[in-house]
């Protein structure tokens, strides 16, 4: 989803030159592209939108800008599509976006096998791609760990 984020970043003196405007967009890019905020997941800055706020602080002069930027947030009972990372006893482990899903395996709905889960009459194996619901959401040291289910 598309999103208007304001990003902070520091710039040194010597890097403000007529391409200062590339200079910043590199530098948020490189700082905040798959990171999770509060605001989401940043997949990618789009644009700077415009610049809302500067300071000099110890010679490097800090920037606090209006982005377009593409971010994907959890929500509970979202359906999303993830990448299978692990298939363990306890559940299988999801991947979107650098986001770490937990589908835990209660009440062994799951029967694992040889690295392989059997879930009503399909075979999971790793790398593939399953249809996930989000049932739990946490954000902890700027990142986002979520339990769902299979769809």
Known sequence: MRKNVVLNCKVQPHNLTGNYR?????????????????????????????FIHNKIINGDV??????????????????????????????????????????????????????QCIY???TININDCIDVRIKQIRFENNNYTCIGNIV
């Open 22 to 50: 590339n200079t910043i967009y590199d530098l948020l890019k490189t700082r905040y592209v798959n990171k999770s905020l509060t605001v989401g997941y940043i997949i990618t800055v789009n644009s700077i939108k415009e």
């Open 120 to 122: 009503n009459d399909r």
């Open 62 to 115: 800090h920037v606090k800008m209006l982005c377009d930027c593409d971010v994907y947030k959890p929500i509970i009972n979202d359906i999303i599509t993830c990448n299978v990372n692990m298939i363990h006893i306890n559940g299988i482990f999801v991947n979107k976006y650098g986001i770490r899903i937990l589908l835990p395996n209660t009440n062994n709905i799951f029967l694992i096998k040889n690295n």
